[in-house]
């Protein structure tokens, strides 16, 4: 058969989303939290796993998990969420709901390459302002200047940014919502990590959502993403989810772990140990690394794929950004670790680039 008959041509030019084998590596590369839950914990979590009726569908609108969500995220009274498998499908749904009639999404860049896939993969047009070099901050005449001239259905910012760790100024982001004839997004898949959100901004902002996750304090496995907005427009997303998109166990799992793990604490251990890793990366000669309100840092070296390899080859995988936007030329990202593991990385780290001089 001629696939190429069928699929999409943007379809077929597009490469699909690669996630490298971690298996007996150090992983440092996904934003993770490294940190499981005690034995006791553990225990408690299998007996309510015990109880759980696999063999029926699970609650189509997670009511309950919503609710603790709301309570956990500090989401206002008066705005309504929905559940998506992860941020992915959150975004996946946006598009969905609001492609067509020569609709765009408009981005800054470097971000979330989700953006830009989602898009082409849904059929909207995908617009990229790049930030500025020196500091990864926003260029803000030439964001308004975009929504002025293309009047994007979407706006996507991700605050801190991914890949960059920065949280970009507030009063730009205000002008922002004002200027925008669409929705803003606000991606907050780091709000644990960073001193602000958005989030108690939604009765201000009819066009605001707000995007968060489980994924990156300690529940990534279980892939929930939750979107919070005005009430009419959640209705309407909601005719685009599928239904029982959020797993039983999922549902189960969250839900106790955000009444009964070490979530809290475990962030803040990683905020801790992430000013310290970056404050032991500005030590080292030939590396420069940006601050970050995220749980990883942006680091630049000389011959980075070659840090990249060697690293790998020393039992350390970290993500390789080199050639994916010319403002991370020799770029690579490290998620912040265990305090064990992030010694390991700057020991093999500084060992590399002092023998690459």
Same mark, same amino acid.
């Given at each position: ?14 490469s699909a989303y690669h996630v490298p ?24 979590? @299998? ?31 008066g705005s309504a969420t929905i559940l ?23 981005? @800054? ?28 901050? @926003? ?107 959020? $797993? ?35 030590? @080292? ?12 840092l942006l680091l630049r070296v000389n ?5 990249? $390899? ?31 593991? $992030? ?15």
């Amino acid at each position: 058969m001629n696939v190429s008959q069928w699929i999409r041509p943007e379809i077929r030019d597009l490469s699909a989303y690669h996630v490298p084998d971690a298996q007996h590596l150090i992983k440092l590369d996904a934003m993770e939290n490294p940190y499981h839950w005690d034995e006791p914990t553990l225990k408690l979590w @299998l007996q309510t796993m015990a109880k759980t009726a696999v063999n029926r569908y699970p609650d189509a609108h997670a009511i309950e998990l919503k609710q603790q969500l709301k309570k956990s995220m500090v989401v206002p009274e008066g705005s309504a969420t929905i559940l998506g498998n992860g941020s992915d499908e959150l975004i996946q749904i946006l598009m969905l709901a609001m492609a067509g009639d020569g609709h765009k999404i408009l981005t @800054l860049e470097p971000s979330f390459v989700m953006y830009k896939m989602l898009a082409t993969i849904t059929g909207m047009e995908y617009l990229g302002i790049s930030l500025n070099q020196q500091d990864f901050s @926003l260029n803000l005449p030439a964001f308004l200047q975009a929504i002025e001239q293309h009047q994007p259905a979407l706006i996507f910012l991700a605050y801190p940014n991914n890949p960059t760790g920065n949280l970009f100024d507030v009063s730009a982001i205000e002008r922002i919502l004002r200027a925008a004839h669409g929705f803003v997004v606000i991606d907050e898949a780091y709000a644990a990590f960073a001193d602000h959100s958005f989030i108690d901004k939604l009765p201000l902002y009819s066009n605001l959502l707000v995007m968060r996750t489980v994924s990156k304090i300690g529940l990534a496995g279980l892939r929930i993403g939750l979107l919070a907005g005005a009430p009419d427009v959640i209705a309407e997303l909601e005719k685009v989810r599928l239904p029982y998109n959020i $797993n039983v166990l999922s549902q189960v799992t969250a839900l106790f772990a955000l009444q009964q793990a070490p979530l809290a604490q475990q962030t803040a251990q990683i905020c801790h140990d992430r000013q310290q890793l970056f404050a032991e990366l500005t030590q @080292l000669r030939g590396v420069a690394v940006w601050p970050s309100q995220a749980n990883f840092l942006l680091l630049r070296v000389n011959h980075a794929q070659q840090v990249f $390899n060697q690293l790998k080859q020393q039992g350390i995988l970290i993500k390789n950004l080199h050639g994916s936007h010319p403002l991370l030329d020799n770029c690579l990202r490290v998620t912040v670790g265990k305090p064990e593991e $992030n010694q390991q990385f700057l020991t093999a780290l500084r060992e590399i680039v002092a023998n690459h001089g």
